[in-house]
């Protein structure tokens, strides 16, 4: 007999953010999650993870009831989660923080014999990774692993994975679906949580989709699952996206290391298919006037909260225009260039009342403002739902039909193609392939 996990039975929270979400998760097993809108995703990774008032339902987890509408309970969480951001303690060693749990009370455990159960973990799961390795000098995908031996370590139950495909690339992610899998043979469960159906899905034999919310469907058919994503337009781009006018051939702007050449009204995909060249690529840029930067998740990099919208819209304006940043009769010709495309926000006095797509909104109507020759876009689908990408998408669209050409760095191919007149695929710091917009369909 199939034994369960976890029970998530009938459950809605007192803000109905999650309503009637009633699913099982057997023993072993990788369950896929796709939320096609964010709605109710934190909030479900929380009521996991620690007790949050429910308004009716029940959770169990390991056939003990872990919360309940109608009475408390006392049985403590047993489910870790994996995000885009690392949990590790960068003062601490490898094993330090897969170990740390171990260490109790006034018991010490000597470094070296941590090491040597690092080493037996490393063998065990045929793991390519070097226990001396400094924390802070490791890559994301070596970050996963530590944070999975943890997980392992605290004799886990349910291992929440949330958006792990947006910062690792395919490679990583085959050979990280084959740890996983080791993993859960060991009795641990997974639920694997993205926006939108990728690789990180392959060895999930159960899928179920979220919308507003509510679980709409639960699936093992990849044809039903397609058929749905479909009926309910996931990948839904307006029929005019407008071809690249580059045919003028004319360079604005060249990274020769890389072999990268960017030509006007230009989108160039770039894939760093093994997760190798992005970091160094953006340390090399020179940022002016003519080339900006969107950040990876700008919306915690890239904007002042407690600044007024019009403030944080004009920020970069005063490396072009001297004064511009404090000058009344400059905003006020912004307000009247932009209201019709940013209505009544573009008078708030600061941000923290704004939804995630007007967030999105405020930063790349910066760069159109400021008009550069170029923008590179550092991973930009991260954590991001399916609307919220098309959103990305029309707004990339945008730069385009106001002549600034647009590089997206990322590590797996994505919605962005719709837009893109070029591929260059990295491998080893170096350019492996390269696609033009006729051979995309080719490209598996």
């Not at 009633?22 to 097993?29: G, I, K």
């Not at 390991?62 to 989660?81: A, F, G, P, Q």
């Not at 043979?185 to 899928?207: D, L, P």
């Amino acid at each position: 007999m199939i034994r369960e996990i976890l029970d998530y039975n009938n459950v809605t929270l007192e803000n109905k953010i999650i309503s009637n979400f009633n699913f099982r998760v057997y023993e072993s097993e990788k369950f896929g999650l796709i939320f096609i809108n964010n709605q109710g995703k934190d909030e479900f990774i929380k009521s996991l993870l620690e007790k949050t008032d429910l308004e009716f339902g029940n959770i169990f987890i390991n056939s003990k009831l872990y919360n309940s509408y109608s009475r408390d309970t006392i049985i403590k969480s047993n489910v870790s989660y994996i995000g885009v951001k690392s949990s590790l303690i960068s003062s601490l060693s490898i094993a330090d923080n897969i170990f740390l749990l171990k260490k109790t009370g006034n018991v010490i455990i000597k470094e070296n014999l941590l090491k040597e159960q690092l080493k037996l973990l490393i063998r065990k799961f045929n793991l390519d990774l070097n226990y001396n390795s400094n924390i802070n000098n490791i890559g994301v995908y070596q970050r996963v692993i530590i944070e999975l031996l943890k997980a392992y370590v605290a004799n886990s139950k349910i291992i929440i994975l949330n958006e792990i495909s947006s910062c690792i690339s395919k490679e990583e992610i085959n050979k990280l679906n084959t740890i996983i899998n080791l993993i859960s043979n060991e009795g641990i469960s997974i639920i694997h949580i993205e926006t939108h159906y990728n690789q990180m899905f392959n060895n999930c034999k159960r899928i179920g989709l979220v919308k507003n919310g509510k679980i709409i469907k639960i699936t093992n058919n990849k044809k039903e699952l397609d058929k749905t994503l479909n009926t309910i337009n996931l990948d839904s781009l307006p029929k005019n996206l407008k071809e690249s006018n580059c045919f003028n051939n004319k360079i604005i702007y060249k990274m020769s290391e890389f072999g990268i050449i960017v030509k006007e009204n230009e989108c160039i995909n770039i894939l760093d298919s093994d997760n190798s060249i992005i970091n160094k690529l953006i340390n090399k840029l020179k940022l002016n006037n003519d080339l900006s930067l969107i950040k990876e998740d700008p919306l915690s990099s890239m904007l002042f909260y407690n600044l007024s919208y019009i403030d944080n819209l004009c920020f970069l304006a005063e490396n072009k225009v001297k004064n511009f940043f404090f000058s009344r009769k400059y905003k006020k010709s912004v307000i009247k260039e932009f209201y019709g495309n940013l209505g009544s926000n573009i008078y708030l006095p600061d941000l923290y009342s704004l939804s995630s797509k007007d967030l999105y909104e405020l930063v790349y109507y910066r760069i159109l403002l400021l008009k550069p020759k170029v923008v590179f876009c550092v991973k930009p689908f991260t954590n991001v739902d399916t609307y919220q990408r098309i959103e990305i998408i029309n707004m990339l669209k945008k730069f385009k039909e106001n002549n600034i050409a647009v590089v997206i760095l990322s590590v797996n191919i994505n919605i962005s193609l719709k837009i893109s007149d070029k591929l260059l695929v990295f491998k080893a710091g170096k350019i492996l392939n390269q696609y033009n917009k006729e051979q995309f369909d080719s490209i598996k």
